[in-house]
């Protein structure tokens, strides 16, 4: 009833926004003569997702266009029309999200602010939360073996955020959102020129949810209460003169979630106390970030320049799931010395640097459960790694682009890395493309912090020789080819077809079925452990406005599981093993209303096996999710209103044993929130305003 209701009322708050969009606005009489010509308006619809034609990589840049077809409060919900990346929940509990690129989880992508390395280590368990798509101007994808400009640490892709720039958006933005679970969202972006080369803007960001929800009845809250305010002051310097530009920034964020079970929930279900502890969960996070990018254009060549990249971030963290704590701090900076230039001519290009990274963390974890005591256990470590890289671009301005790059990092634990990568783009003809790139990555594992969802259950964590866990060690190999297929009205289809390996010479193993009160982590050591992708999709304008975007991509993904000197190789669990999706999105003339849905029919994973490794395997279904948007434009103003899975298609029972032969205690044996295949929140309604204030600089 309370959907209905609010539904109701956002129909009616949008109907009277359209309407008094539509109103002219009436002209003061003038006794003098005006003769006024009309202007010309030029427009066009922008794709929401534009794959890259002068790229060497597999590259799909998400516009702004794309970051509006839903809500997109957060950068998780950004990928959600995306046909690379899927989006889900690590547990049913913290209401942290992951996602995964090429059949593997995120942590072996590497994200970028503006091609600085950033949400590592302890920021990345939360951190899809962390940027509102409002703040973004682009979110750029690459897929495969990436640059060597910007470390080792990429092993399947680079996804790149290009933020809205001081000096060319609106003087103010807001956009402000709201859902029918009483999800409040605000995020404000402002601009302001000080003079000929200086420009700053602040960004705003809060949310704000402190309804208890639970939908199934199983006395968990169905999404944590969160309280969460972003604040980032960017400044930037331009002279053109000179050859000088500079961009400077500094953000800070606090978050706080409560979560896990709520004694409200025992009351409106009439469900009874146990008279044990209830299983609460408590996190908190503090982030701040400071950087500074420079760029000086020396000597005559034009295009040769000097770059040099500062950033320092500091993380803390805190959580309790239940009887479980994992608290850390994270210090890191990284340096970037970067020259770029050509050799004879343009077509002979190349960037040579040093780099320089340094990760501080400390970190402890405590399991005080009584049948499965874990006294306080310290996971610090410290890494130095400077490193010198070098790449090298060939185009001959007739299709062919080659990229050769090699970088060398001591680390200060591993010791020397040695990171090969290439990539080549040839175009057969102007109306196919071909790709191909290949390339070794690497990442230094945080065990805890990356598996967060795991401290959702009563299972014991043991991590083989903790101070020894070696770094990860991959190489990824990938091709594609691309057709720009003539259709009507001098229009183009744009086909695309892709497939990447990536093939682990050493993995972390996250074994969850050893015993089913129990995870190992553990080296590979060569065992195998790979993961193949392979995707299709296509992009078209059925007629003007009209525009349609369909892909399906299909993965196997496979590790070895080892105990006591036997080796079992399995499909990696709770891996999709396919994806299909499809995007229509209309436009009328000058975009005043916008119209988008979007189907995504998820594929069966195969869920952890409970008995051993010889477990009989289990599958979750196939399953739908839609999406739903509808967007009446003004000049000055937009009003959105949409729905999230609109089938209401949910996990059945996502927190197994909560109520069991134990009684409802889920500090007890058996007790798992973290096998999460699928949405674990139902139908969501919601609506929202955007605002311009001012011209586009």
Known sequence: ???????????????????????PTEQPQDSTRKVQLD????????????????NSLKTETITQTGLK?????????????????????TDAVSGARQIQLLGLSGIYSQLLAENIPTLRGLAATYGLSYTPASWLESIQLSKGASSVVNGYESITGQMNLEFKKPNYTEPLFVNFYIDDALHYEGNITSAVQLNPHWWTSLLLSGRINTEVHDENEDTFLDMPKTKYVNVYNRWFYLNPEKGVQSRTGIQFLYESRVAGQDSLCHIQHNIPFTGSPLFETHIENRNLTAYNKTGISIGNKEGQSIGIINSVTHHEQNSDFGRKTFNGTQTSYYANVLFSSFIRSPSHSYTAGVSFTYDNYNTEYADSLSFNYTPLTSFNRSESVPG???????SNGNGLTLVLGLRADYNSRFAWLVTPRSSVKYDLNKYITLRASAGRGFRSP???????????????????????LDIEKAWNYGASITFYIPIWNG????????????????????????SRNEVHFYN????????NAWQADLSLTIIKGLDLFAAFRYNNNNITYRQDGKLYEAEKPLSPNYRGLLNLSYATNLRRWVFDATVQINGQTRLPGLNGYNSEKIYSPAFPVVFAQ?????????VYLGVENLLDYKQDDPIKYWNNDYKGLPFMPDFDASVVWGPIVGRKIYAGVRLRIGELK
């Open 524 to 531: 590979s050591n060569g065992d195998k452990a790979f993961a």
């Open 446 to 468: 945080n065990v805890i912090s990356e598996n967060i969802g795991l401290l959702a259950s009563s299972r014991k964590l043991y991590v083989d020789n903790v101070s020894h």
């Open 69 to 89: 077809k839903m809500a997109c409060c957060t950068l998780s919900e950004s990928f959600e029309n995306s046909a690379s990346v899927s989006v889900g929940f």
């Open 388 to 394: 010198v890289f070098g790449e090298y671009t060939y």
């Open 1 to 23: 009833m309370r959907q209905i209701y609010f539904t109701i009322l956002l129909l009616l708050c949008f109907g009277i926004c359209a309407v008094k969009a539509q109103i």
């Open 39 to 54: 202007g010309v308006v030029v427009s066009g619809n922008r794709p929401g997702t534009v794959l890259s034609s002068a």
């Open 491 to 514: 229009r183009n289809a744009t086909l695309s077809l892709d497939y990447f390996r990536t093939t682990f010479q050493n993995q972390v193993i996250v074994d969850t079925e050893r």
């Open 630 to 638: 509808i967007t009446k434009n003004s000049k000055r103003f937009d």
